[in-house]
């Protein structure tokens, strides 16, 4: 089964499944000696684990990352990384009466039709407990972009038809829905208790804003920036729908009024944009300002609620969801957008480091070709002294040392700084 990896530099693979004993994730690419905060990784991990409020299903998970390698002494040996999480509460036989049946919303019917077998436990690789693994390596892309000054945040923008007007960074972690509207968590968090006790669900829109993101991150044509967030919040299970900047509202907009226009901050020293439609990306380039980008989470589609489907042999069926499941995953599923936002920044300022720092040996063998031009201007003017002490100063005529730098292969602008040395 492929797509299990992700990354050119920063190298990602999540491993296992919902109800087997472990999940886990292997992080290659790390350069040794970075230092890893394990209670950062737990602090993520514990944002995204199931049971931590009324408006996410009730499973027990601790959720504990144990770092298995790669790591020695708080820091990276430039080894894998290897993070394990431990399933200790799976109820396998909540899903006994889904062996036969295909489960609306869920992924049973694709992957019978590529792979021959699904695990129907909890829907193995499909699940969304896979993400867990995903918020284990971003916290640790956190870290590095952290120490680069870069700051991530996500939140719950909506819930249903519940809109967060205000941002308050603050408010995100005060509320159990992870919006940074006071007043809107409120509604919000009635509105899913109220889908919970009718046995439903909702959905709603996360939204991410990357803080102090530097210029010059992206590539042209297929690899443009927000073509890889794209492509790395899409893979979250429950997104259906991605914008970046002014996003879908652009359909509505004039030219007039969804061009950035650039200004110069005098007290910042930097070209900015007034406005931001662009969402922090011009051409698939950050451009420094904030990125911002949202993701529509689709309702979960595990419900109390009697559905009507088809077993394996096209019986028409009744049927309930058992188990524990989340009435919304939107407060669950900020972390997980925050983790995949991280790995492709991460990714992608590794590469443009990579650029950087071979633009630095350019301009290092620049400067070295430059000392190996005055060593033979010196070298050719010391030969000019010496000639002159032993033939004394008829011998040394005015122009007679541009012949000998000439037989030296010296091109002409070389032989006129030379000149210019020896009448100094």
């Known amino acids: 089964m492929s797509g299990s990896l992700r990354g050119s530099i920063f190298r990602v693979m999540t491993f296992g499944e919902s109800h087997g004993p472990y999940i886990g994730v292997v992080v290659d690419g790390l350069q040794p000696g970075l230092p890893i905060d394990a209670e950062a990784i737990q602090f993520d991990m514990d944002r995204r684990k199931p049971g931590q409020s009324d408006v996410v299903t009730p499973r027990k998970e601790e959720d504990k990352v144990q770092i298995v390698s790669g790591v020695f002494e708080g820091k990276t040996t430039g080894a894998p990384m290897c993070m394990l999480i431990k399933n200790k509460d799976q109820r396998s036989r909540d899903y ?31 699940s ?56 809107a968590a409120k509604r919000m968090e009635a509105a899913i208790l109220a889908a919970r006790d009718e046995q439903d669900s909702l959905g709603g829109v996360i939204e991410v804003v990357v803080r102090d993101c530097p210029p010059g991150l992206g590539e042209p044509v297929f690899d ?20 970046m900047g002014s996003g879908f509202r652009a359909a509505v907009l004039k030219g007039s009024e969804s061009n950035d226009e650039f200004e110069y901050d005098t007290d910042k020293d930097r070209f900015r944009t007034r406005t931001n439609n662009s969402g922090g990306v011009l051409g698939g380039i950050t451009n420094g300002e904030d990125l911002v980008m949202r993701i529509t989470v689709k309702p979960p589609s595990s419900i109390g609620k009697a559905q009507m489907t088809v077993d394996h042999d096209g ?82 005529a005015s122009d007679d040392w541009r012949a000998q730098a000439r037989e030296l292969d010296l091109d002409e602008a070389t032989i006129d700084l030379l000149g210019k040395l020896m009448k100094k």
């Not at 918020?135 to 590095?144: I, L």
């Not at 927000?226 to 899409?234: H, I, P, S, T, V």
């Not at 590469?351 to 430059?370: C, P, S, Y």
């Open 224 to 243: 443009k920036l927000e073509a890889d967030l794209a492509g790395a919040l899409m893979s979250i299970g429950a997104v259906k729908a991605f914008e």
């Open 128 to 183: 969304g407990r896979e993400t867990a693994c995903r918020v284990a390596a971003g916290a640790v892309a956190k870290q590095m972009l952290a120490a680069r000054g870069i700051d991530i945040r996500g939140f719950t923008r909506q819930v249903a038809d519940i809109r967060a007007e205000s941002v308050d960074f603050d408010e995100i972690e005060r509320n159990v829905v992870r919006a940074p509207d006071a007043e």
């Open 96 to 126: 006994g009466n889904l062996k036969s049946i295909y489960r609306p919303g869920h992924a049973s019917f694709t992957f019978l039709k590529k792979f021959g077998i699904f695990d129907y436990r909890g829907g193995g690789r499909a």
């Open 315 to 396: 019986k028409e069926t009744e049927f309930k969801t058992g188990g524990r499941h989340d009435p919304c995953i939107c407060p669950r599923v900020v972390p997980v957008a925050e983790a995949m936002v991280a790995l492709v920044l991460i990714d992608h300022l590794l590469m443009q480091e990579r650029i950087t720092e071979n633009g630095n040996d350019r301009v290092l063998q620049d400067k070295i070709a430059t000392i190996d031009t005055q060593m033979l201007l010196l070298q050719a003017q010391r030969r000019q002294l010496v000639e002159r002490l032993e033939n004394g100063p008829a011998a040394a």
